[in-house]
């Protein structure tokens, strides 16, 4: 699976979009990128995914760009409960490579 | 979203004794489930996969014979930890992906915290 970079944390302000950014420059044409998020002590969580065009759902927004070397997780009125660890991944979505290999993260702090 | 329980949420055992922690698919039937481990501060680590009626998969040094694994039907796999340590003290979390499907769910993890 190809590697991801994300900044470590950032802080955002409650009720304002939250912004998180994730390098995927070596995706390959069949690797999906996956958002998750983490808060403490708890499993993670699924976000959304996306392969090529931008996903909408009811937690967030996922902007890829053309060339699909980055994309943008975009949280749209950040809530205190939102404050966790985001992880940005990209795999292949088949059968055999499934697992999902997981980063640094960026640690979100909402802020009232 | 789907469901993934573990059991039990954290244990404490005394050193060399064996902990066996259970993760089950609760509305959907894992043909493959994922193990993980995750110290303090740091990022999930996966250990393992788990093949429903298979071996199951280790990663690059996770020993198998320190961590059983056993994924005897499509709703249950288990992670037994043998002759526990106190360096084995860690959150230990399961992940399932509903059969033709994509995205993994995860459990809500263990705590085992080894004296």
């Known amino acids: 699976d190809a590697k991801t970079t994300q900044p470590p944390s950032m802080d955002c302000a409650e009720g304002r979009a939250a912004n998180l950014p994730c390098n995927h420059s070596?995706?390959?044409?069949?690797?999906?990128v996956y958002w998750y998020r983490q808060i403490h002590s708890q499993g993670p969580q699924y976000i959304i995914h996306?392969?090529?065009n931008n996903e909408t759902n009811e937690m967030a927004s996922l902007i890829i760009t053309e060339d699909r070397k980055s994309s943008t997780l975009i949280l749209p009125h950040a809530t205190l409960r939102d404050t966790a660890v985001y992880y940005c991944?990209?795999?292949?979505?088949?059968?055999?490579?499934?697992?999902?290999?997981f980063g640094g993260g960026t640690r979100v702090l909402v802020k009232p | 979203g789907a469901v993934v329980s573990q059991h039990p949420s954290w244990v404490i055992c005394k050193s060399g004794t064996s902990v066996k922690i259970e993760c089950r698919s609760l509305?959907?039937?894992?043909?493959?489930m994922f193990w993980y481990r995750q110290f303090p501060k740091q990022s999930l680590m996966l250990m393992a996969t788990s093949n429903e009626g298979s071996k199951a998969t280790y990663e690059q040094g996770v020993e198998k014979d320190k961590f059983l694994i056993n994924h005897a039907s499509l709703t249950l796999s288990t992670l037994t930890v043998t002759s526990a340590h106190p360096e084995d003290s860690s959150f230990y979390i399961c992940?399932?992906?509903?059969?033709?499907?994509?995205?993994?769910?995860f459990g809500e993890g263990s705590r085992l915290t080894v004296l």
């Open positions: 509305d959907f039937q894992a043909t493959t």
């Open positions: 991944i990209v795999r292949v979505a088949t059968a055999a490579g499934n697992k999902l290999t």
């Open positions: 992940s399932a992906r509903i059969r033709g499907a994509g995205e993994l769910f």
């Open positions: 996306g392969l090529k």
């Open positions: 070596t995706i390959s044409g069949n690797e999906y």
